[in-house]
């Protein structure tokens, strides 16, 4: 048994993303105006607040504004107002067709919203934090649920300096028990101990699978005549085929800079296509080449996004602690965006929580949670747009999208049917046999880029000699089953370079995992097709470290 030290908190917060600051802020908002003395706790595993914050982002402050209403006085990084907004079906990779605003789904329209980095306003919500007397602590991973009596009592941080082995080296340190009241799960999309959660207490028993895409993000410093500051661009179609859905964006931000994107379903069934190569690719559409032509490509990130919407939430409340934000699924991605429905499912998480710590016999269990979430507008908005993406799987981008102009614009998503996605996207992979293999063109350098120079962008790192964090719970199913009956579609799917498929000294395929190069996506955890593969967290501080994503 390692001997641990132990700390204790009212409440301890699992991730510093914008669901959990939001949750810190409001708790020490509340304490401060019922003058109760609450010690909150956020753990990130990231190197620095904002280290793995990944995101469009084009932000609603609605949450903000609720949160902070101040937050222009204080001199919070959101300056950029969106100006203008286009829409593009993407034909060919020549032909496009610019779609009338009256022909978009409203969700789609970005009046009055904001282009940011979300890492940097993480950053600001961890400065009001800290100044309410929050303790954050960057560089803790949150690697395992304190569990008693099946109840949640906190979490034990990662221990440090422990060999590829297992043993300890001479720099070991144990993890610490935090130990809480309550506990607040925060990570984000897939997170690991969240999974558990989920599973242990059965909380998606009333839920469709929760559904993903794979999201990827670039920032490119561009010539000023290129530059239109607060432009908006989105688009769908190429290089997408018709049985693959998903969207690709570009934002023009502030400082001449551009964020360029694409976002890939992960329940497509061609084990060949590479979500990678479909998004550099795209960068040669001229809709985007005659903005990133002659510019320079300055980051690179990608992240898993839960997007199954209304119909995949789970119950987010269980003794011991509350499940928020995208590790609960809580995306509105009607809009593409989430970072204001995180807010304030953080907010009301904290609302919860004070009046628990309030009562003379709280209850372990915030049932109450339940009851305030379905009374805010998030509730209502994710209940309007619970078909926007079952409809495009079931009828196709053309028809889908119009049904979903129709239910939004008119009826504001109270068409009175229900569409839902009854499957798993790890489940719908198609043989390699019967499937059309992608010859993917060759990087140019220029605008397209290979992986391992585009892993060197996101200032990822990770020490070598640590247990590998990708777990396989067979490791003969990569080659005998995989690569036998899928081509072993991780060479592909992973947008980092982590999985090869070699050969060892007999000729013989071989499964390498270079967990250094792995920019914390999850998307292996969730496309699998075996479910063979289990992220969990690595040495703390590991990962992408990226400046302003």
């Known amino acids: 048994m390692v001997e641990r030290e132990t700390m204790e908190f009212d409440v301890v917060i699992v991730g510093a993303g914008p669901a959990g600051l939001s949750c810190a802020i409001r708790l020490a908002q509340q304490a401060q105006e019922k003058q109760q003395e609450l010690m909150i706790c956020v753990v990130e595993k990231g190197s620095e ?32 107002e969106v100006t203008h907004d286009d829409i593009y079906l993407f034909q060919t990779e020549e032909k496009s067709i610019s779609i009338p605003h009256i022909a978009v789904p409203k ?56 060999a590829n082995d297992g043993q300890p080296k001479d720099s070991y340190m144990p993890g610490m028990e935090l130990r809480a009241k309550y506990t607040v799960f925060a990570e984000g999309c897939r997170g690991h101990l ?58 023009h931000a502030e400082n001449n800079q551009v964020v360029v994107g694409l976002i890939v379903d992960l329940n497509y069934t061609n084990p060949y296509l590479s979500p990678f190569d479909e998004f550099q690719r795209m960068k040669h559409h001229p809709v985007f080449k005659a903005t990133l ?31 928020i934000g995208c590790d609960a699924g809580t995306l509105n991605f009607a809009k593409i965006k989430g970072n204001h429905t995180a807010m304030k499912s953080g907010m009301l998480a904290a609302d919860s929580i004070v009046d628990a710590l309030a009562s003379d016999s709280p209850s372990t269990d915030l049932t109450d949670f339940t009851h305030r979430f379905k009374s805010s507008w998030v509730y209502d908005e994710l209940y309007q747009s619970r078909n926007f993406g079952p409809v495009i799987h079931k009828f196709g981008k053309i028809l889908g999208g119009a049904y979903n102009t129709v239910d939004q614009n008119l009826f504001n998503g109270a068409l009175p049917f229900t569409f839902k996605d009854n499957y798993h996207d790890h489940a719908v992979l ?120």
């Not at 960057?138 to 979490?155: M, Q, Y």
């Not at 059309?436 to 063109?441: A, G, M, R, T």
């Open 49 to 80: 607040v904002g280290a793995h914050i990944l995101s469009g982002a084009v932000l609603e402050t609605k949450a903000l504004d609720e949160l902070v209403p101040n937050w222009k006085e204080l001199g919070a990084p959101v300056t950029t």
């Open 430 to 549: 198609q043989p390699a046999i019967s499937s059309l293999f992608i010859d993917y063109p060759k990087p140019d350098g220029k605008l397209s880029f290979d992986k391992l120079s585009s892993v060197f962008l996101s200032n990822t790192n990770h020490e070598e000699s640590q247990p590998c964090h990708l777990q396989l719970a067979d490791t003969s199913i990569p080659i005998d089953v995989n690569l036998a009956r899928f081509a072993e579609p991780a060479q592909r799917y992973c947008p980092a370079g982590v999985y090869e498929v070699t050969k060892d000294d007999n000729q013989q395929p071989k499964f390498v995992i270079n967990a250094q190069n792995c920019v914390h996506c999850k998307t292996c955890d969730i496309k699998d097709p075996s479910q063979n593969i289990t992220w969990v967290t690595p040495e703390g501080a590991g990962g992408p470290n990226y400046p302003n994503m």
């Open 107 to 162: 969700t789609f329209k970005n009046h009055g919203n904001y282009i940011v980095s979300m890492g940097n306003v993480c950053r600001w919500l961890a400065e009001q934090a800290e100044n309410l007397g929050v303790e954050i602590f960057p560089g803790f991973s949150a690697h395992s649920l304190i569990l008693e009596n099946d109840e949640v009592k906190g979490i034990i941080t990662g221990d440090m300096g422990v």
């Open 293 to 323: 032509e002659g510019a320079e490509r300055i980051s690179y990130g990608a992240r898993a996004i839960a997007k199954g919407g209304f119909h995949s939430l789970p119950k987010m409340h269980f003794p011991g602690g509350l499940l």
């Open 194 to 251: 969240g999974k558990q959660l989920i599973k242990k207490f059965n909380l998606d028993q009333d839920a469709t699978p929760q559904h993903y895409g794979l999201g990827f993000k670039e920032i490119w410093q561009v010539p000023p005549e290129q530059h239109k500051e607060g432009t908006v661009v989105h688009g769908t179609g190429w290089p997408l085929d018709k049985e693959t859905s998903g969207g690709s964006f570009m934002y």
